[in-house]
């Protein structure tokens, strides 16, 4: 079946620095992507939608300028903490959508923000 | 907006007996699809079953089936012969069957804890 890999799993930073996570289709190309973040035990939140060769598209309340988003190939959608603090810690799943409006999920990125 | 709402934050069954979870949204659509996921402790997301709206009959998968009630906006999931292994959150998820660039977008509900015991 089609593999969605994420990295890193697990990231510890400081707080002011930036740290980039990758999310990677590995057998199918991947026109849009969607960025999610969950706290302990509560659901999962989009939080912006990246489409190939374009803009990402951000929901109401997210700050593109914190998370920016690229996605420039159809197989690589990179999602970038900027100057991250410690409310930014979280877990971050990135989804890839195929061609055949299969959704595939990656094993998620734990950040902790000291 | 599409809403998903999962009235039980947590639930309990005993092994081998039969748990159903509950679920409700909110849309304005007609065409669109409802999944159920399981997230266990490793994070990961598994797809445990889907419904086509415009499919009256109920989706099965094995031990796993729903109760769709489009006109209530209803879909609930129903574990049989529950396993150890069935311990997880599960999450009940909303998505439109339209093209665009958000084609694929999902909205979860709160999810639900599900503890199984021996």
């Known amino acids: 079946g089609a593999v969605v890999s994420q990295h890193p799993s697990r990231v510890i930073c400081k707080s002011g620095t930036s740290v980039k996570i990758e999310c990677r289709s590995l057998?199918?190309?991947?026109?849009?992507m969607f960025w999610y973040r969950q706290f302990p035990k509560q659901s999962l939140m989009l939080m912006a939608t990246?489409?190939?060769?374009?803009?990402?598209?951000?929901e109401q309340g997210v700050e593109k300028d914190k998370f920016l988003i690229n996605h420039a190939s159809l197989t690589l959608s990179t999602l970038t903490v900027t100057s991250a603090h410690p409310e930014d810690s979280s877990f971050y799943i990135c989804?890839?959508?195929?061609?055949?409006?299969?959704?595939?999920f990656g094993s998620g990125t734990q950040l902790s923000v000291l | 907006a599409q809403t998903v709402t999962q009235s039980q934050p947590e639930m309990s069954v005993q092994e081998a007996e039969t748990v159903t979870l509950s679920c409700t949204y909110d849309t304005s659509e007609s065409d669109y699809y409802l999944f159920w996921y399981k997230q266990p402790p490793s994070r990961q997301m598994i797809l445990v079953i889907r419904?086509?709206?415009?499919?009256?009959q109920n989706a099965t998968e094995n031990r796993f089936s729903v109760n769709f009630q489009k006109a209530a906006k209803s879909f609930s999931l129903k574990i049989s012969d529950s396993q150890l292994g069935d311990a997880a959150m599960y999450f009940c998820a909303y998505r439109i069957n339209a093209g665009g660039t958000s084609y694929g977008k999902l909205t979860f509900g709160q999810g639900t804890i599900l503890t199984v015991h021996p």
């Open positions: 990246s489409n190939e060769g374009s803009k990402a598209t951000y």
């Open positions: 989804s890839a959508r195929d061609g055949h409006e299969k959704l595939f």
């Open positions: 057998d199918f190309q991947a026109t849009t």
């Open positions: 419904q086509e709206a415009y499919k009256q």
